[in-house]
């Protein structure tokens, strides 16, 4: 990573310069002109979490191909899932972004790569659809004398929606709030109430289609990562850190929650975005630049108009 003291503009200058001539590198050492820079063309496959989209598709890809010359070929699903096929050899990207680090411990523990670096945090939220018969209460909800968000959730007809938590730590992240709720709001039984059973198919939806699912108003509120409404305008609740898994300082708190799946236990962990460069990248060199570029000042700034905050001082992940 460049140097504190150097310009933004230097930062990409100097990564971009990497990138270049990584790419060419990755092609064959052929006789490619430093001249024309952009002439130099690589691919990056980067699998990454499903709430990421927006800022894969309308951010981080057009700057690759304007600054760098470098085509981002993007898979976008639950973290937890892309993790399981990186393992069992299903797909082989360049790049892997997982959110909190379970999908990523997963793939170090498999020797799949040897680090992880911390480039974005977030918090959950609730997001909700401004076309849903519920706004007028959520959009006023926990103001003084206003219905608790929690008991808006509990009416009956609301339509709530959520990922799959065999598949999408989203999945369970949603469920771990819903447990720390229970006992923030000294509410037993509110996760049941509002989610029903763990696996409830009527609410479950693939990560991209429920922020398009609030946006045409099929459904009425659902689990957020902050970054997702924020980046759709769409409005969204903010929750106490002591519940929305994106403060660091409370990871005890999150910890005396768990949920059972399949005999396997789950335990939350802060909203952390992991970055890692794979072994079996065909161009290692341009993904390891691509990753330092995501914690340059120039990535950064991308990243908070896209809604992230930054790591916040999280460590690195290693195998």
């Known amino acids: ?138 959009r006023e909800a926990d103001r003084a004398g206003h219905v608790a968000w929690w008991r808006i959730l509990e009416e009956p007809g609301m339509r709530f929606a959520r990922t799959d938590p065999l598949t999408d730590p989203q999945g369970l992240n949603i469920v771990f709030m819903m447990k720390l709720a229970e006992r923030y709001y000294h509410q037993p039984g509110l996760a049941r109430r509002i989610l029903g059973p763990i696996i409830n198919h009527r609410q479950i939806f693939p990560e991209p289609e429920v922020m398009a699912r609030l946006q045409g108003g099929q459904i009425d509120a659902s689990s957020a990562y902050k970054t997702q409404p924020a980046a759709m305008g769409l409005p969204y609740l903010s929750l106490p850190p002591q519940i929305n898994l994106g403060d660091a300082a409370y990871d005890k708190v999150y910890d005396t929650v768990s949920l059972r799946l399949k005999g396997k236990v789950h335990r939350p962990s802060p909203l952390v975005f992991y970055a890692a460069v794979l072994k079996t990248s065909r161009n290692r060199a341009a993904a390891g630049h691509f990753i330092e570029w995501l914690r340059t000042s120039a990535g950064q700034a991308l990243l908070r108009r896209y809604h992230y905050d930054g790591p916040k001082g999280a460590a690195p992940l290693r195998a």
């Not at 140097?3 to 100097?14: C, F």
């Open 1 to 138: 990573m460049a140097s504190q003291g150097i310009s933004q503009g230097g930062m990409m200058s100097l990564t971009r310069r990497a990138f270049l001539q990584s790419a060419a590198a990755g092609i064959g050492a052929l006789a490619v002109p430093m001249l024309g820079e952009a002439r130099v063309k690589t691919n990056l496959h980067v699998a990454y979490a499903g709430s990421m989209g927006a800022l894969m598709h309308g951010g981080v890809a057009p700057v690759m191909v304007r600054e760098f010359a470098t085509n981002i070929e993007g898979r976008a699903a639950g973290a937890l899932g892309l993790a399981h096929m990186i393992v069992g050899g299903v797909i082989h990207p360049d790049v892997f972004i997982s959110i909190t680090r379970g999908p990523m411990d997963l793939v170090l523990a498999a020797g799949k790569a040897r680090e992880a670096l911390a480039i974005a945090s977030t918090e959950l939220v609730i997001a909700y659809s401004a076309h849903s018969r519920f706004t007028p209460a959520l």
